[in-house]
């Protein structure tokens, strides 16, 4: 064979390897799913366009009150009005919202609104309280102007990338919230307790410094100093000239001295409130430990025996525990959102389960399908005897169960208002109680079931009317007199999680001192009295957070206690819970909360509007509401690149662009990709669309791909110049190109959160071009001449590609490789035409975690099948992959040396027995995380996340007509199974790639021996 022809043949073979890969899915990964078709409308103002569905219609024209308000105060802060109109996406709640597809990706519990910086959309999930409505949308509007200022300073978005998250959040807080800083005050509290005030730095680099807290803090510091001029000021100045320089120039001092006046301000500030305060670990007595781990939502059995609670304490997900309520030992996982099939997620932020008062069953909120439901668990087996959903009442907080086990209130919202609903257990039936805007959480019931007691904005600040919003009081319902009163110790405070010991005492946590504390409230002496002085909170994540518990039977009170940035679980006995009788200062809440002491607060813009509710407001006919029709709208281009390249042999043009267009609600993408690189032949490009209006998601590829590679040839002739025959360099160039014409459909159903089916069918026509140029030189380089030629090419090849794939995802990833869980993916993919073949491919891989060992092993099968599956125009399949197995590297092989049948030039058994059409891999691996976090690594070195990896490879690959020996030998001239052990390293580098160095010792390359070997991937 020569020289050329054997480059064809490689030539076409890499060409249906590039066939058979370029339109596969994502291998593996989650799914968005659409439960929902959300028939969107457009409310316009002069400034909004928002976006909202009709069961949403009662709550979006008060929204869009609070936008107009939010934009007038954020104008006079930054100095600028908005470019254009600001989309708005508004969910009914939370469910709805992870739904959403203007954000890729999987949303969070925790995320509670998002502004994503293409065409500045702001996605936000309403919650059923004004107040916390009116917080979001102000706060995510701030990020609008952030991103509208940045793409007018700089044209390029990836400077967000650079700015400090404490900065842009706690801007954010600050702009929202003022100096007024309850939540912020107990971080910093804690902070100064523990002596961890950070630095500047330290935010900005270490994650236990919740950003948003701590940046909330650090802007509060800087306006007292430099006013509120400075947010404008500053943040203009670290867009053009970059963090450390801009705040240098802004401020006149350089950050680490900054942080040497924010530390010395905390600490002067918060030591005093800290004086005849409990320390959290001296309180009661903990049960449940909280070092770097988030224990919430704590509640006790009605006995008094068992205590159910969330936690992270498993690492990834937040899952139920039991535990000894009179020692704290864990008894037993209750329930994990990770592994689950009855449901995608336990419903953990702002959420509290409930027990029966027998002690036998928890009931708890989990998502499924989209929404909200009720899940009814029996504790001692921990099966899941049922699940209840409640129709249009798609998102769910609190859960009560009834003293007489006949019904559970659920506090949940419809169209994003928030009520109070009876459900009947045995019918499953669903009565409303209240039906008003006011919000309404957190019920229980007195030991009678006669009372019922809640959480609501109900209150003298609150006037809906005007929009105005007071805080959260405690409220009674008579079922008898189907009466509701209120029960505060003063207006503008919080009051949450009331729980009732017996008919005439509610429990309860408030912050009339700035402290969140336990309280006591007795109904016969309408008096109030004070169970804890805690140095920092009784809290959960957010303000309104479930904190307490209280045993129905005995009266002691089980709560989480923020210590250290975590939450840990006491234990109150009933006996210490009785209290001191309080009288409320207003003059101390003010001092506690807010952050830090202002003067003359009328002279800051943020605090003056905080302060001023609009008097006007306007009418609902103002806004006008139309139907939503999705139009494409550029949403990104890449920066195009162009270029030239000449020289004596001609000239050659390189260059590309691609585009992204998008609707507003995400649901319609298109992406268009031209690149050039040589001629005209070399001119490709590509255009793929995605549907994903509804829970079928479907798209269509189309392309004309050109693949260009090349050879030079040298060599010396003879020609005439002149009359004069001379010896010529004769320097020929044969440039190889493919064609890659494609057509393709693809589509996926989700199944749920971790599985799916996917299935595709196109056309692919593979078609080549082999041209020859020659050019004459003399021997010292003088130009004679050229000659080009076309030369003859292989036929196309035509493909019609189907597939069908089972995926499933319950995997969660550690630094560089999962660690926890399983994933699989079973595909089928007939071929017809030009070829005929069947693939089949079986993958599946489990995790065990042994915190902080995880033992990974991988079972694969990759084969064609049928009349084609062994021809040599398809690229045959290997083992030698060092994804695959390890130390087999086809590139690594010295063929004169590990080549050992001598008989037969052209035949090495050794590297042979790794291609084949079908093959089959076995993989162990015992991963243990060497540099991490404090929580997952042995050093604490979160730069450079680093896993040390024994492992154990092993596979074989066979054709049709070689089937497979499978015994262990060293040396053999059969296909049997190849094997390697080491170890290796796996470096997360900078979190934009895996690398991974290993030392593998194969077993069946003995004259290769124990080598070092590199590759670029995460661990499977």
């Known amino acids: 064979m020569s020289r050329q022809s054997a480059f064809v043949a490689l030539f076409l073979v890499l060409s249906l390897f590039v066939a058979m890969h370029s339109g596969r899915a994502q291998y593996f990964g989650r799914n968005k799913v659409q439960y929902e078709d959300f028939n969107f409308k457009v409310l316009s103002t002069e400034q909004f366009n928002v976006y909202f569905y009709p069961s949403e219609k009662e709550l979006v024209f008060d929204s869009t009150i609070l936008l107009e308000r939010w934009l007038e105060r954020l104008e006079q802060v930054f100095k600028v009005t908005l470019s254009d109109r600001q989309p708005v996406i508004l969910y009914a709640n939370h469910a709805d919202f992870q739904q959403t597809n203007v954000i890729s990706g999987l949303i ?16 936000i999930p309403l919650t059923g309280f004004y107040r916390e409505n009116d917080h979001v949308l102000g706060h995510e509007l701030v990020h609008a102007f952030h991103y509208d200022i940045m793409k007018r300073a700089k044209g390029d978005l990836r400077i ?64 007292e100093k430099y006013g509120d001029e400075v947010v404008p000021g500053l943040f203009n100045a670290i867009i053009h000239n970059g963090y450390q320089k801009g705040m240098r120039t802004v401020l006149g001092i350089k950050t680490d001295s900054l942080s040497v006046l924010w530390k010395d301000k905390v600490v002067n500030h918060y030591t005093p409130q800290l004086q005849n305060r409990t320390r959290p670990d001296s309180l009661g007595k903990q049960l449940i430990a909280g070092k770097h781990l988030t224990n919430l939502s704590p509640v006790v059995s009605p006995d008094g025996k068992y205590l159910v609670y969330i936690s992270n304490r498993s690492l990834f997900t937040m899952d139920f525990y039991l535990a000894n309520a009179e020692t704290g030992e864990v008894i037993k996982k209750l329930v994990s959102s990770g592994t689950d099939a009855h449901f995608d997620a336990i419903r953990f932020m702002n959420s509290i389960g409930s027990w029966s008062p027998d002690s036998r069953k928890f009931a708890f909120v989990v998502l499924r399908k989209g929404d909200n439901e009720i899940a009814v668990l029996d504790v001692e087996s ?145 008096r109030f009295y004070r169970v804890t002085k805690i140095a920092t909170g009784i809290s959960g994540l957010t303000q309104l957070s479930p904190a307490i518990s209280v045993a129905r039977n005995n009266g002691d009170v089980v709560c989480s206690v923020f210590n250290r940035s975590s939450y840990t679980i006491h234990r109150i006995k009933h006996d210490q819970s009785r209290g001191e009788p309080f009288t409320f200062k207003e003059n101390m809440y003010a001092q506690n909360t807010t952050f830090p002491q202002i003067t003359d607060s009328e002279q800051l813009i943020v605090d003056s509007y905080l302060n001023t509710i609009p008097a006007d407001v306007p009418q609902e006919g103002q806004f006008a509401i139309d139907p939503y029709n999705p139009s494409l709208e550029l949403l990104y281009v890449g920066r195009p690149a162009i270029g030239v390249a000449v020289n004596r042999f001609g000239a050659a043009l390189g260059g590309g ?26 001119i490709g490009g590509q255009v793929s669309y995605i549907n994903r209006d509804n829970r079928f998601n479907w798209g269509a590829v189309v392309g004309h791909i050109p693949y260009r590679t090349g050879r030079v040839f040298s060599g010396l002739d003879t020609v005439t110049v002149d009359g004069d025959r001379v010896l010529a360099r004769d320097l020929e160039m044969v440039r190889y190109r493919i064609f890659y014409d494609q057509l393709s459909l693809i589509a996926e159903y989700p199944l749920s959160r971790n599985r799916r089916f996917e299935v595709s069918s196109g056309y692919t026509r593979i078609s080549y071009d082999i041209e020859s140029e020659r050019i004459l030189t003399t021997l010292n380089g003088y130009y004679l001449g050229n000659r080009q030629s076309q030369l003859d090419a292989p036929a196309a090849i035509n493909l019609w590609q189907s597939s069908i794939a089972y995926v499933g995802d319950y995997s969660f990833f550690g630094f560089t490789s ?11 993919e007939p071929t017809f035409g030009s070829l005929r073949y069947l693939s089949v491919l079986a993958d599946y891989r489990g995790y065990q975690f042994w915190r902080p060992f995880t033992l990974a092993f991988r079972m694969l099968h990759h084969g064609r099948y049928l009349r084609d599956a062994e021809s040599d125009r398809l690229s045959p399949l ?79 690959a066979w054709t049709k007509y070689e089937e497979p020996v499978l015994k262990f030998k060293e040396s053999s001239n059969e296909r049997i199974p190849v094997f390697s052990t080491g170890l290796a390293l796996r470096v997360n580098l900078f979190g934009y790639l895996v690398g991974q160095v290993y030392y593998a010792y194969p077993f069946q390359r003995p004259e290769q021996g124990a080598h070092f070997g590199f590759v670029i991937a995460p661990g499977w």
């Open 818 to 828: 999962p660690i926890r869980g399983s994933r699989y993916r079973f595909e089928v």
């Open 657 to 682: 662009v691609n585009m992204i267009f998008g609707d507003i609600l995400g649901n319609h993408m298109l992406a268009t990709a031209v690149q050039m690189n040589g001629g005209v032949k070399d």
């Open 382 to 526: 921990r099966n899941i005897e049922r699940i209840i959903k409640l129709g249009q009442v798609s998102a769910i907080t609190d859960l009560a169960w009834s003293p007489q086990g006949d019904e559970i209130i659920v506090a949940g919202t419809k169209g994003g208002q928030s009520d109070l609903y009876a459900l009947t257990l045995k019918s499953e039936k669903l009565q409303q109680i209240t039906d008003d805007k006011y919000a309404e959480i957190q019920p229980d019931w007195s030991a009678d079931g006669n009372l019922l007691a809640f959480v609501t904005d109900r209150g003298e600040k609150t006037r809906l009317k005007e929009l105005a919003f007071g805080s959260v009081n405690i409220a009674v319902y008579d079922f008898e007199k189907e009466q509701i009163k209120t029960i505060s110790i003063a207006e503008g405070i919080k009051h949450i999680n009331p729980q009732f010991y017996g008919n005439n005492e509610l429990i309860f946590v408030s912050d009339p001192d700035g402290f969140s504390d336990i309280y006591r409230y007795s109904l016969e002496e309408d």
């Open 160 to 223: 967000a990338n650079q700015l400090p998250t404490w900065f842009i959040e706690g801007m954010a807080e600050y702009l929202t919230l003022g100096h007024h800083a309850p939540l912020t005050s107990m971080w910093l509290r804690d902070a100064v307790l523990n002596d961890d005030v950070p630095t500047l730095e330290e935010v900005m680099r270490d994650q236990k410094y919740f950003p948003y807290r701590y940046g909330h803090a650090i802007w509060a510091f800087l306006t």
């Open 878 to 956: 290997t083992v030698s992959y060092e994804t695959m197995v390890r130390g087999y590297d086809l590139g690594s092989f010295n063929l004169s040396k590990e080549c050992r049948d001598v008989s037969n030039p052209y035949n090495c058994p050794e590297l042979d027995r790794l291609l084949g059409s079908r093959l089959g891999v076995i993989n162990l691996e015992l991963r243990y995380p060497l540099l991490g976090t404090e929580q997952f690594g042995l050093l604490n070195f979160r730069y450079l996340p680093t896993d040390l990896v024994a492992f154990f490879d092993g596979g074989v």
């Open 108 to 123: 969070p519990q925790g995320v509670g609104g998002v502004t994503e910086g293409m065409k500045r959309r702001m996605v």
